[in-house]
């Protein structure tokens, strides 16, 4: 069966750096559009960011755009999150997601990932 699996949350300090990571398998990885989506306290699935099948168009929540970095190595059937200069409101769970559009839509991503927790003080 599909599986994504998301590694590399902790705790850190405001103005630190996270690299989350997301290993899938039972999916044919390249023909998968690949997104990473939060969900804070009190708010819907929030969405972060996206990254074509081939890698080469990526979409960043304007939240985020200029501090974190999204990348897939599809020989490794893995997708990245590079998270730079965090702030204590990106604190949140994040998962990862795999669909056949590159939208920043949560209901068109077909499987999801357990989560991997972030908290970054203040």
């Known amino acids: 069966q599909v599986q994504l699996v998301e590694s590399g949350g902790g705790l850190v300090q405001a103005g630190g750096s996270l690299r989350l990571s997301c290993a899938a398998s039972g999916l044919p990885f390249s023909r998968y559009v690949m997104g990473w989506f939060r969900q804070a306290p009190g708010n819907n699935g929030e969405f972060v960011a996206a990254i074509s099948r081939s890698g080469i168009d990526t979409y960043y929540a304007d939240s985020v755009k200029g501090r974190f970095t999204i990348s897939r190595d599809n020989a490794e059937n893995t997708v990245y999150l590079q998270m730079n200069s965090l702030k204590p409101e990106d604190t949140a769970p994040y998962y990862c997601?795999?669909?056949?559009?590159?939208?920043?839509?949560?209901?068109?991503?077909?499987?999801w990932g357990q989560g991997t927790q972030v908290t970054v003080s203040s």
């Open positions: 997601a795999a669909g056949g559009l590159l939208t920043i839509t949560p209901s068109t991503f077909n499987y």
